[in-house]
Nanobody
Framework: VQLVESGGELVQAGDSLKLSCSGS????????MAWFRQAPGKEREFVAT????????NYGDSVKGRFTISRDNARNTVYLQMTNLKPGDTAVYYC??????????????????WGQGTQVIVSP
């Protein structure tokens, strides 16, 4: 599975931004998908996950109510809509995928396929 993220950029606090992750190499509808992020000097953090059909989602506590994960299996793409961005959201955002019988997965170790990351910088 190959994953390519896009959409990261420099924004101001309070702005919105939408990240995309396109997948190939495996039927997209068979993949549990997620977003993680990693800030400098910090461990990789779970952001959001979505089930294969898109009916179930789960979010990290720090982004609940501000971020929304969605997917379009016809376009082989998963999205992360981010609103009310804060400087603490500054990080490299990674897309992750896994073939799994589980509905959703929230731990980085659960995922075997990763994108290269896209940088999001939120200025005060």
């Amino acid at each position: 599975v190959q994953l390519v993220e896009s959409g990261g950029e420099l924004v101001q606090a309070g702005d919105s931004l939408k990240l995309s992750c396109s997948g190939s190499g495996q039927p997209f509808s068979e993949l549990v998908m997620a977003w993680f992020r990693q800030a400098p000097g910090k461990e990789r953090e779970f952001v959001a996950t979505i089930s294969k059909a898109g009916s179930t989602t789960n979010y990290g506590d720090s982004v609940k109510g501000r971020f929304t994960i969605s997917r379009d299996n016809a376009r082989n793409t998963v999205y992360l809509q981010m609103t009310n961005l804060k400087p603490g959201d500054t990080a490299v955002y990674y897309c992750a995928a896994e073939l799994s019988e589980s509905l959703i997965l929230t731990t980085a170790d659960d995922y075997g396929f990763w994108g290269q990351g896209t940088q999001v910088i939120v200025s005060p």
